[in-house]
């Protein structure tokens, strides 16, 4: 008698367990998580969009080129590949990927160097969306960092990508109060169909409305701490940028590293730190061979109406810093080409 009601408790877990899982894996979080939903569509269209003969200007980096640069505004058969999250080594093992035959003009990056690029977002937005396996998983935390990984090391990373890829990581109570609370007004399939067609029409470019802009701290970022203290990226970011900057110049063109376009005002974010050793981490290896455009090798002046959140532009914002990027790049860096 006993046993038989040990089993029917062993089953009755298991299917409630089967359930909840099925709703985080299917529902909540796979469909209604706004990053983690843009990075997979993103994620589509790098694969399936993105010609594979030719481009004049390709687009790289993390959110912060995903959401600034519009290709659009650089010409008619230019495109973005920049992934939210994404690292250098990221966007290089994506750039080898789409294995491209011809680029006409360069190659364009935007890279912020913040720390949750190199934990926190791979495991709650590239593993749970698939767009990285286990065995990516292992080469980014055993080799593009640098480590030396023991069996036991590559065992915590097997346990943590299962957990994270089975979102074992979420709670059912706060999984289910994220979703009623802050996603029941959106409606699923309009939302993804929104955010499909708008990097769709824009060549892999998410133009936030004009509308987003910076009107409280509250709206600014969750990553606004890490642009308050210097960026401490692994050296094999470095490796990575000077492997990318080779690969390009095989196609008889270069590598444009931008640096980021933050919001600056000094009320409520001190930059000195992030810009000094940005740029000091850039140059700690010696010449990259990249071309490196600083902020003061722009024109533009942006403001609190320009900006969606503290280190990403709305469309207007966009507009403004692409079209002055183009003049930069066409003026200074490719004159007499």
């Known amino acids: 008698m006993k046993n038989k009601f040990v089993y029917k408790l062993f089953f009755f877990l ?17 469909h209604l998580d706004p990053a983690g939903l843009r990075s997979k569509i993103k994620s589509e ?24 640069i519009n290709p659009m505004k650089m010409g008619s058969n230019s495109y973005s590949a920049a992934e939210l999250g994404a690292t250098v080594a990221l966007s290089k093992k994506m750039f080898q990927e789409l294995g491209i035959k011809k680029i006409n003009k360069g190659v364009i990056m935007i890279q912020t160097f913040i720390d949750p690029h190199y934990d926190e977002d791979i495991w709650r937005i ?14 980014t ?3 593009d960092f640098d480590n030396h990984c023991t069996w036991i090391k590559k065992a915590t990373l097997t346990v943590k990508y299962l957990k994270y890829r089975l979102h074992l990581n979420s709670y059912i109570a706060a999984t289910i109060s994220y979703g009623l609370t802050t996603q029941s007004r959106i409606d699923r399939a309009g939302f993804e169909r929104h955010v499909r067609s708008n990097v769709q029409a824009n060549r892999g470019h998410s133009a936030a409305k004009r509308s987003f802009v910076l009107e409280d701290k509250g709206f600014y970022t969750p990553y606004l701490k890490y642009f308050n203290q210097p960026v401490n990226p692994p050296d094999s970011e470095l490796v990575a940028l000077r492997e990318l900057a080779e690969l390009v110049k095989a196609y008889g063109v270069e590598l444009y590293l ?32 990249f ?13 609190r109406s320009h900006y969606r959140d503290v280190s990403h532009l709305n469309e207007d914002g966009s507009t403004r810093i692409t079209n002055d990027l183009l003049y930069v790049l066409e003026t200074k860096y490719r004159r007499g080409k």
Request: glycine residues 2%.
């Open 14 to 30: 298991l299917i409630a367990y089967g359930l909840y899982w099925s709703a985080v894996e299917f529902i909540f979080l796979a």
């Open 45 to 68: 269209y790098i694969q399936a969009q993105i010609p594979k003969d030719e481009v004049d200007y390709l687009i790289l980096g993390d959110s912060s080129a995903f959401y600034s």
């Open 126 to 139: 590239f593993v749970p969306q698939k767009i990285m396996n286990l065995s990516d998983i292992l080469s």
């Open 141 to 143: 935390f055993c080799n």
């Open 258 to 289: 931008i640096h980021p376009q933050l919001y600056r005002a000094e009320s409520f974010i001190r930059l000195e730190k992030y810009n000094e050793s940005y740029r000091s981490f850039l140059h700690k290896k010696g010449n990259l061979n």
């Open 291 to 303: 071309h490196y455009i600083d902020l003061n090798e722009f024109n533009v002046v942006l403001d």
